[in-house]
């Protein structure tokens, strides 16, 4: 009788224990999905890439803005999906190897190509970590092609502008003029016409005509 009743408990633990599992991987399973729902909803560039650079996972953003779907990325060497240029390959494999490393980087700026369209996205790459192990690299940015675009115009303009005032030659101190028939004397002493002065000494260029005061005095007979 006692070893029966001894086999009843040890079967109530096992079925106490088989519950306690079985809720704790329906509650694993919840959360995960609860994550896989918020990772999908991020609204920014959110993917994981293994330890090989292989494409694991992107969410919404990433696949409306790339233009590629997860099940058709999954596996392939991101860099191996033909949007980024050499010189943008070696800065995202430098990139790649401190994140395997342990190193969180930031904000490396990628210029990738999309179907033909140019766009320039902001990258952070952070290494998921598993008993001292970098398992994988999950990597969150944006894309900034327009403050690119504005700040590239603007350098342009400033560039215009700076070799614009570059080219034209600042009249400085005190012009030597003579009271009577208004030439200027250069630095060597020699007189010059103000418009023959003026349009050495900068970008001026002059046209003739006559103020009314002048045709007045000019031509008396003359009716305006």
């Not at 696949?63 to 392939?76: Q, R, S, V, W, Y």
């Amino acid at each position: 009788m006692k070893e029966r009743i001894f086999k009843i408990e040890d079967l109530k633990r096992e079925l106490t224990a088989l519950t306690k599992q079985q809720d704790e991987k329906a509650l694993l399973k919840k959360s995960h999905e609860h994550y896989k729902a918020i990772f999908q909803n991020l609204p920014f560039i959110a993917f994981t890439l293994d330890r090989k650079g292989r494409f694991l996972e992107g969410n919404r953003y990433t696949e409306d803005l790339f233009g590629i779907k997860t099940e058709d990325a999954k596996g392939k060497g991101f860099f191996e999906l033909g949007i980024l240029d050499k010189k943008n390959i070696f800065k995202g494999l430098r990139e790649f190897k401190k994140n395997l490393s342990g190193k969180v980087t930031g904000k490396t700026v990628y210029e990738v190509n999309i179907k033909g369209k140019k766009l320039f996205i902001e990258l952070v790459g952070i290494p998921l970590i598993k008993d001292g192990i970098v398992t994988e690299i999950f990597d969150v940015g944006s894309d900034i092609t327009s403050q690119t675009e504005i700040l590239r115009e603007k350098e342009k303009l400033i560039a215009e502008l700076k070799k614009t005032l570059d080219s034209v030659e600042t009249l400085k101190g005190l012009l030597p003029i003579c009271a009577q028939c208004k030439k200027i004397r250069d630095d060597e002493g020699y007189w010059h016409q103000v418009e023959d002065f003026l349009e050495k000494h900068s970008d001026i260029e002059f046209s003739h005509s006559l103020c009314p005061d002048c045709i007045k005095k000019l031509y008396p007979d003359l009716k305006g």
